[in-house]
């Protein structure tokens, strides 16, 4: 199959915070009422439309409307509903916002990994098996990922310790809880992959360490490598910086299999006994 020279971009995904920020706009019954009488409309509707299917007066429905907008849920704008044109100012109409809201604790992004899968189908090069397609994927995403954060930070020259607190903000806006162990040393206590990659480690480890490394290649971070370190109960992938005792294998090629046998042997903790199950 011939790579598709032009894959669909993602679309950006709500903060947090802002999910959050939504979900709490709609705890009031009646706004929930609200909302989704215009989303069962599947057009746009006005206030007067929406205060007679609840019940309630024009200007009550019209509060409870705005609240929606500003919350994210809705999105409004002066129109002729049904494009019936009538004298005087146009009212407002209201309609949902092309926002996708979701909620997770901790937080997971399967979506993130389906779409490092479809792309790796749509863009399969001959002669390429379907894990080595998903990892030049994913590492080619991490790459852009990177180019973009570069782009924007404009950091010039970066360091080790420099190139850990911006991947630190890319990989916390990613689900991957990271947590500084030491100033250049960056572990990531939550796998947003979870549990896809309990029933997968080999593939779903293997596309973490291509995205992160990646992620690094495209930032041009200098003295910082993503290494496989499985520990139970988090993320497979840890940033340190360059040392040659360290696992830096090609992730488009070794990341994998030196995952799978991580995962068999427990990793040692700092003091250097085994932790328990």
Do not use: W
């Not at 002669?127 to 790459?143: F, K, N, V, Y």
């Not at 496989?228 to 992938?237: D, F, H, N, S």
């Amino acid at each position: 199959m011939s790579p598709d020279p032009s894959p669909a971009s993602p679309q950006p995904r709500p903060s947090a915070a802002a999910s959050v920020d939504a979900i709490l706009v709609l705890g009031d019954d009646l706004r929930r009422r609200l909302y989704g009488f215009v989303r069962r409309a599947r057009r746009p509707v006005t206030r007067e439309e929406a205060a007679g299917d609840a019940g309630i007066s024009a200007k009550l429905a019209a509060f409870h409307l705005d609240k929606l907008v500003a919350g994210g849920l809705l999105r409004s704008r002066y129109d002729s509903p049904g494009g019936v044109r009538k004298v005087g100012r146009k009212p407002k109409v209201y309609e949902p916002a092309d926002t996708d809201i979701r909620i997770s604790i901790p937080e997971r992004h399967h979506d993130v990994l389906a779409e490092i899968l479809i792309d790796a189908v749509l863009t399969e090069q001959p002669g390429e098996d379907a894990r080595s397609a998903a990892l030049r994927t994913a590492r080619h995403r991490g790459e852009e990922l990177g180019a973009r954060t570069r782009a924007h930070a404009r950091p010039g020259r970066l360091g080790p310790e420099r190139s850990l607190t911006l991947s630190e903000t890319m990989l916390e806006q990613h689900g991957f809880e990271p947590h500084r162990h030491a100033p250049t040393e960056l572990r990531l206590l939550n796998c947003p992959f979870h549990p896809l990659a309990a029933r997968s480690p080999e593939l779903v480890c293997g596309i973490n360490h291509a995205f992160v490394a990646g992620f690094l290649t495209g930032l041009q971070a200098a003295g910082i490598h993503a290494i496989l370190a499985p520990r139970p109960g988090r993320c497979c992938v840890e940033l340190r910086a360059a040392s040659g005792g360290h696992n830096t294998a090609d992730p488009a090629t070794d990341s994998a299999g030196s995952c799978a046998k991580e995962h068999a042997t427990p990793p040692m903790d700092d003091l250097g006994s085994t932790p328990n199950a």
